[in-house]
């Protein structure tokens, strides 16, 4: 009988164990921002489309983390390739908002700059100019590292539900073969 080997990320951790790990980082934490988004969607005073795309995403990303839990669990290929593809999808979703994210931080610079200078008394007693360039750096720095972390873990994820997707088709078309032991 032939044996696929497991096989495994971080050198040690099998991928059937990383694709539950993916599939339950989505399941809680897109029902999660799926949740206060809903509930905090009237407060906000951006685009309502966005906001109720943006919603539909995480929702739609939890549902599909749902499915793939079931599929790791279950070791059903078809639910792991459903899972990969959104997977991938939301990737793509994902680097579009945040380029577009971080266009905006960039480009309203003085939009920034002067509600900072406005509302805050503190910067009206010492330098404003100062403190509130130093508060956007700040701002800049974090938001660009915070996609960028955000972006890397997706993709890892995206390898990991991958390569156990291999491993299920590899299993699967071992299952597949007869051996004729009988022919001479």
């Not at 680097?95 to 700059?113: E, N, T």
């Not at 590899?170 to 299952?175: F, G, L, Q, S």
């Amino acid at each position: 009988m032939t044996v696929v080997p497991t096989r495994k990320f971080c050198c040690c951790l099998p991928t059937r164990f990383g694709v539950v790990i993916v599939a339950l980082i989505g399941l809680l934490g897109g029902g999660v921002i799926a949740v206060v988004g809903g509930l905090n969607a009237h407060r906000i005073n951006g685009s309502k489309v966005s906001i109720g795309i943006s919603i539909t995403v995480y929702g739609l990303l939890a549902f599909v983390s749902l499915l793939g839990l079931i599929g790791a669990i279950a070791r059903k290929l078809a639910l792991i390739k459903l899972y990969f593809a959104f997977l991938v999808v939301h990737l793509m979703f994902s680097l579009a908002v945040g380029i577009y994210a971080i266009f905006r931080v960039f480009k309203d610079k003085h939009v920034f700059l002067n509600d900072c200078i406005q509302s805050n008394t503190a910067a009206a007693a010492q330098s404003p100019q100062k403190l509130c360039n130093d508060g956007l750096k700040v701002v800049k720095g974090v938001t660009v590292t915070l996609f960028i972390i955000f972006w890397l873990i997706e993709i890892w994820g995206c390898v990991i539900v991958n390569s156990y997707a291999g491993q299920l088709a590899d299993e699967n078309a071992v299952e597949g073969v007869v051996k004729d032991t009988e022919a001479w």
